[in-house]
């Protein structure tokens, strides 16, 4: 199967259309001076073609956040605790009238991640996998916004 993604602002679904406002996004940026973790907003859209074989099977994608060394990126969650950054979606297309076989089909999906708790400036990547294999690498670089400094004196 083949996936595309992309990083935004916003991302939706709706009837398998795919919307994205912002798309394209690399960088996302916070205010200088604020202390971490920094709370950034983030999209993903992704479109999952799906060949005729593998129609009418539960599909699973996942999507975690890795740092620059390579590791999971810790954030705390509501209940105080701290886990990775662990993203599932499932899906399963089947084979509606008028297509043929061999025919492939297009499965749109998205996710929003709202105030996400970044601990540190840096390189990130979302990692995706589907089924277990991994299919997309997505960097997004997290850092001060440029401009003047604020200063407080």
């Known amino acids: 199967m083949l996936v595309d993604a992309i990083l935004c602002n916003h991302a939706e ?5 795919l919307y994205v406002a912002g798309g394209g996004i690399n960088v996302s ?4 001076g604020a202390p971490p973790p920094y ?11 799906v ?6 099977k539960q599909h699973q994608v996942q999507i975690k ?56 400036a840096g390189k990130y990547e979302f990692v995706i996998q589907l089924d ?3 299919v997309r690498r997505l960097p997004l670089r997290v850092q001060p916004a440029p401009g003047a400094q ?3 004196g």
């Open 39 to 49: 709370a950034i907003s983030v999209g993903l859209g992704l479109l999952v073609t």
């Open 51 to 56: 060949p005729w074989l593998e129609t009418n």
């Open 150 to 152: 604020m200063t407080f």
């Open 65 to 120: 956040l890795i740092g620059e060394d390579g590791q999971d990126v810790v954030l705390p969650t509501r209940t105080g605790a701290v886990e990775p950054l662990n993203l599932a979606m499932a899906f399963n297309v089947g084979r509606p009238a008028g297509i043929r076989p061999g025919d492939e089909q297009v499965v749109t999906l998205a996710a929003n991640l709202v105030s996400l708790p970044i601990p540190a």
């Open 13 to 17: 679904a709706v009837n398998n259309l």
């Open 29 to 32: 940026n916070f205010q200088p």
């Open 132 to 134: 277990g294999e991994l």
